[in-house]
Nanobody, 126 residues
Framework: VQLQASGGGLVQAGGSWRLSCTASGRTFSTFVMGWFRQAPGEEHEFVAAINWSGGSTVYADSVKGRFTISRDIGKNTVYLTMNSLKPEDTAVYHC????????????????????WGQGTLVTVSS
């Protein structure tokens, strides 16, 4: 599976933004799609994930209630809608795909995702 993330940009604190990630290739083998982010000098941080077929979602506590992950199966695209953005949300956002079923406990683990997009930068100004 190849992933292409897009939509990064500069947004003011308190604003909203949406990222997209389009999958191509063996998309039928995808079980979970996730978003991770990496701030400068930091490790990859789990943000949100969605079960590709069933649509169930999991969120990091830091974004719960502010971010929404969704998918359009027909377009092979997953979205991350971000509301009430904070400067600490500034990071490079990566989408990732897992080709196996993951439990809720497994979903935040980066090395369980086989395919990764190139990342898109979101900068939140204060």
């Amino acid at each position: 599976v190849q992933l292409q993330a897009s939509g990064g940009g500069l947004v003011q604190a308190g604003g909203s933004w949406r990222l997209s990630c389009t999958a191509s290739g063996r998309t039928f083998s995808t079980f979970v799609m996730g978003w991770f982010r990496q701030a400068p000098g930091e490790e990859h941080e789990f943000v949100a994930a969605i079960n590709w077929s069933g649509g169930s979602t999991v969120y990091a506590d830091s974004v719960k209630g502010r971010f929404t992950i969704s998918r359009d199966i027909g377009k092979n695209t997953v979205y991350l809608t971000m509301n009430s953005l904070k400067p600490e949300d500034t990071a490079v956002y990566h989408c990732a795909a897992a080709r196996r079923p993951l439990t809720s406990q497994m979903i935040p683990t980066t090395n369980l995702y086989e395919s990764w997009g190139q990342g898109t930068l979101v900068t939140v100004s204060s």
